[in-house]
Nanobody, 123 residues
Framework: QVQLAESGGGSVQAGGSLRLSCAAS????????MGWFRQYPGKEREGVAT????????YYADFVKGRFTISQDSAQKTVSLQMNSLKPEDTATYYC????????????????WGQGILVTVSS
């Protein structure tokens, strides 16, 4: 069963922090690559961060480097995105995704997606 469920979204003031979590089913957790993406209304989805679960390689979009951190908890089958120093332009719907292929880059195609969770940052 393919399942990815995001949690932890909400509203925060600029400069604040939020932690998103993504719980994966046992089947989905077999994927080697996990990622977080975001989407603004009317815009295409963009990559935020990826994590290769076996090698712990991580990749970040330039606009979140130094502010966001992706991590995994294998025991809980979760991938988290710690978001610090949030800006109003970080307001978007955030999606967790999984990919079974060998590479794990922001531009790769991801097969499995969560439903998305809204993050709102006010100025």
């Amino acid at each position: 069963q393919v399942q990815l469920a995001e949690s932890g979204g909400g509203s925060v003031q600029a400069g604040g922090s939020l932690r998103l979590s993504c719980a994966a089913s046992a089947y989905t957790w077999r994927s080697a690559c996990m990622g977080w993406f975001r989407q603004y209304p009317g815009k295409e989805r963009e990559g935020v961060a990826t994590l290769h679960r076996h090698y712990s390689n991580t990749y970040y979009a330039d606009f979140v480097k130094g502010r966001f951190t992706i991590s995994q908890d294998s025991a809980q089958k979760t991938v988290s995105l710690q978001m610090n120093s949030l800006k109003p332009e970080d307001t978007a719907t955030y999606y967790c995704a999984a990919r079974s292929g060998g590479s794990c880059y922001l531009g790769d195609q991801f097969e499995y997606w969560g439903q998305g969770i809204l993050v709102t940052v006010s100025s």
